[in-house]
């Protein structure tokens, strides 16, 4: 009986708010990759991401039943997920299959597995930990080359598969905890520096060509083929334009039902729902995410120490990167770089990785 009441007790503390926010968020997602599942008959994805979002809401619950503070305290155990991290994306490149041109997942069977999502939520960890420990110290740019060769070693691992658009996030999950962490504003900018330096080093000699396509189709899209690159930006623009302020209606798209969107379940996932959810299915989905990073800053201003408000705050810079840039792909504003829509985009890795994150800002908030 006092194990039940302990529970019950524990269940009341955590944040329903940013629980029901996240529960309507998925549900939206849900319904878009049914609707975009009618056309071709093929509700595979639309179950398996049933069950990963099942996994994932599992995880949470239990992991905020977890003390936060064993991460904290235990140097060891964040070292052992930060390698375990490392040596899952090298083995990419030997087990992992290549899908549309990049290595990033291991096939299990129907089920696929990107260790680059586990990646980030880690890397928040180690790096919460790190600045944690130094936050009276960031005057020294010491602090800022050691934590940068913690995101540069997955970062090259991921830059080379090649997942470029993930390694944008990586490197601006980085830099927004530094920002945090209180660095100074000339190590800023010699940071800035380092990579327009790194940029033109890139463009010349690692950037595929097909990597330079898509960031030539962003800048000046007139100059790239609209039947190659620019094709999925322009259907994906109409679609959003031909939404409305009240949609076409679930499964009536006409981009998303005949195929003319590419993606809609994943990259363009955004435009689909644009098309047939219109303004007003925008403007709540922006009004939930809204919800859900108010509520995570709400927590990240709660805590009395260092390691759960950069935790907090990293973990809200990540969801912050990705719904901004995978709206801009979507709009036109960002080049196509594969970044999910947190929580709505189908994707098991990215679905799971998010609610362990979540469940560790249970934890924070509940304990």
């Not at 003390?67 to 899952?88: G, K, M």
């Not at 069977?109 to 936050?135: C, D, Q, W």
């Not at 080359?145 to 830059?159: G, H, T």
């Not at 979507?330 to 990215?350: E, K, T, V």
Request: some cysteine.
């Amino acid at each position: 009986m006092k194990n039940i009441l302990s529970i019950l007790r524990h269940l009341r503390r955590l944040d329903w708010v940013l629980i029901s926010s996240t529960l309507l968020l998925v549900g939206m997602g849900l319904l878009s990759i049914y609707s975009s599942s009618l056309s071709q008959g093929d509700f595979l994805n639309f179950k398996k991401q049933i069950i990963f979002f099942g996994i994932g809401f599992f995880l949470m619950i239990v992991l905020s039943f977890f003390d936060w503070r064993a991460l904290r305290e235990n140097p060891y155990l964040i070292l052992f997920l930060y390698f375990s991290c490392l040596f899952t994306l090298a083995g990419l490149f030997r087990f992992a299959p290549e899908i549309r041109g990049i290595k990033s997942w291991y096939k299990l069977g129907p089920i696929s597995i990107n260790p680059i999502e586990f990646t980030k939520i880690v890397l928040i960890i180690l790096l919460a930990k790190y600045f944690s420990m130094r936050h009276i110290e960031m005057y020294r740019i010491r602090h800022i080359l050691i934590s940068s060769v913690y995101v540069i070693i997955p970062s090259a691992l991921i830059f080379f598969q090649p997942d470029l658009g993930s390694v944008l996030i990586l490197i601006a999950l980085w830099v927004g905890i530094l920002i945090i962490s209180g660095i100074k504003l000339r190590h800023f900018l010699i940071l800035i520096l380092c990579f327009l330096l790194i940029f033109i080093f890139s463009w010349v000699f690692l950037l595929k060509d097909y990597q330079k396509e898509r960031i030539i189709s962003f800048i000046s899209p007139q100059l790239s083929d609209p039947l190659k690159i620019g094709w999925s930006q322009n259907q994906a623009k109409i679609a959003i334009g031909s939404g409305g302020i009240f949609g076409q209606g679930i499964g009536r798209g006409s981009q998303t039902q005949y195929g003319f969107l590419p993606e809609p379940q994943t990259d363009f996932i955004f435009a689909a729902i644009a098309e047939e959810m219109g303004l007003i299915g925008v403007m709540i989905l922006l009004f939930l995410f809204s919800i859900l990073i108010w509520r995570i800053l709400k927590i990240t201003l709660s805590v009395q120490t260092n390691f759960p408000r950069l935790f907090a705050s990293g973990f809200a810079i990540l969801l912050i990167s990705q719904i901004f840039i995978h709206i801009g792909m979507n709009l036109g504003i960002f080049p196509i770089i594969g970044i999910p829509l947190p929580l709505i985009s189908y994707g098991g890795s990215s679905l799971i990785a998010t609610f362990i994150g979540l469940g560790i800002l249970q934890s924070i908030k509940s304990h």
